[in-house]
């Protein structure tokens, strides 16, 4: 599945937390799935990024993140990402079903999560569509990209987890 024994254990760390914290440390830091990046960079789609995947005209092209602002920006950025999946969402919820939301919802976007069949299928009661739904959401800019595959299953596999203890098992 290709997820990482120090992001499991960070996982694990933060099970109890509740679904945003289980989101940020899926997706922040150096082991996160996004993929932390302290300069500017423009991604697959000429996007300029930085951090944990913020994008948006406040980036400052010619500065190197700190740590901490990047925390600051992840943390920020899933704010409304949070607020959103969980009005939006009308079925109940795992913990980790909702940080797997989070973290799908962070990538591809409010508005098409909001349009997503994902969506639709979770909240007619279709908890393993939905959950099939993740891995249509592989492409950018029209061509299928082996870190969404991998980021997917990730998702996938979050989102399949019932108990703390099934996060230490591959």
Known sequence: MGISASLRKRLITVAGAGALA????????PEGIEGRRFVPYQDVAGVWTVCDGHTGHDIRKDKTYTAGECDFLLLRDLEPVRAAVDKLVSVPLTDYQRAALYSFTYNVGI?????????QKLNAGNYSGARQEL?????????KRQGLINRRQIESWLYGVKREDELSQQ
Request: net charge positive.
């Open 135 to 143: 891995h249509r959401w592989m492409f950018a800019v029209g061509i």
């Open 22 to 29: 289980i989101a940020v440390a899926l997706l922040g830091g």
């Open 111 to 119: 508005t098409a999560f909001t349009r997503s069949t994902l969506l």
